[in-house]
């Protein structure tokens, strides 16, 4: 085995990784409110999000291996990867790869800890920011698209981040105000029987459109490397098995459920009743669905936050925890340049000590530091068993 | 400044169209809800004490057709999630989705 094949597995293994961290960041997106409602068992909420997303996952035919060239040039317009990073056998591309993914996974399990939602797919592009731009230059990085089509950090993730929160809250505040006012002489047991129930289909929305939209980041990072490798060549599919690993380790992350960041979102910033599950995820779902066929990525995780303050603002007499709000909100600032800066970091590293070498020791920090968190998170455990607890 | 614009652009959309299928479904559920409960009578709504509401089938069937459209527009989103992760180019006519394969 050469050198290059070795990195590659390691690449491989660590965007598995990503993609794992990406499962269980987002479990929240889709079922926090139906778990905070009690419209399904912890348990069996992430069961059904799992099994969605691997549905999803395994449906979708999308191909995703330009995903870089929305923030970065390490690629052609048609996938392959730029002539001057594939000296070495495409070494210069692996370890720019290697670093961003790194700083990736770190962000994401850092914000898990503090049980913070944000982007995976902002944690994504902010480390292979950083890497790119330690190792290309300014120039690497496409900040702002041109004309008016949305392009580039700006275009693809800064307006979008801005944009998403407000949209969601506004649909979901509409919502719930018209549903309250509705229902208001209904008895409650009778109606949150009924919005549970109806619950049930729009958390199933959300998981499912999750599954279609976000393995496929990860299928697209993998092919890449597979060819910058030269271990496949085609630019307009992606290996089964790239794929059907890629499914499973998203729906596992799913599966594990990420509990931490479910108890903030179903929580920590509203007392949610079922009519306000239901309007919050029909905002979120509604609100995705629409952005996606307009081609204007919304970050499921922002809509998702934005939809469940939203419901807290329409509903008659709610109170909005406006501190845990506001540090949702510095986390999804501090995003990019953070995960940029680890993956600028992993890059700078993995160059002074150079090749494989440099590669297995980004490795062995994302494993160290993944562990010493983990550690960190056992101090106070958040579970299936208390992650509906009264917030205090 | 062409991005921003562009951005705004699209927002304006997505929130009108968000308003309309986001807040509306619910709202026609609630609706549904609500008709259910005229539909159903005794204690399902709030009542003065000693009276008991009678049902009313006109409230029944109102009830059920508003939840029928709710599911058929949540089964269109599903069938949007799946055409669109098969690569089907969905555009709209009107309000009616026509779906192209690529």
Redesign the interface.
Known sequence: MTPQIVLLVVVCATALAFDFTNGFHDTANAMAAAIATGALKPRAAVSLCASLDLI?AL????VAITVTNQVIRIQNPDGSPIATLMDDGGMPLLLIVMAGLAGAIIWNILTWLFGLPSSSSHALFGGLIGATVASVGWDGVKW??E??????V??KVV??AL?SPV??C???T???R??FA??S???EV??DR??RR?QL??AS?LA??HG?NDAQKTMGVITLALIASGVWTDTAAIPLWVKLTCAVAIASGTFTGGWRIIRTMGKGLVEIAP?QG??AE??????I????????A?STTHVATGSILGTGLGRPGATVRWATAGRMGMAWLITLPLSGAVGAVCWWVSHLIGGLAGGLTVFVLVVLSAGYMFLHSRREVVSHHNVTDEWS | MDQLLAALDDSWRVLVLGIAIGAGLPTLFALGVKSLAWGLGGDVERHAAGEFPKPHLPGRIIAYTLFAIVILVAALGITYIVAHGQGWVITFDGIVPVFTPK
Request: glycine letters at 12%; a neutral charge; hydrophobic letters at 50%.
């Open positions: 999803g449906i979708s035919v999308e702002v698209g004309g008016f089509h949305l392009d580039g700006v275009g307006l979008p944009a949209i969601a506004i649909v979901a509409v919502g719930t018209l549903v509705l229902t002489r209904i008895t009778y109606r009924f919005f109806a289909g729009s929305m499912l459109s279609t009519p239901f309007c029909s905002s979120s779902a509604t609100v669905l629409i952005s996606s066929q307009l081609g204007f919304l």
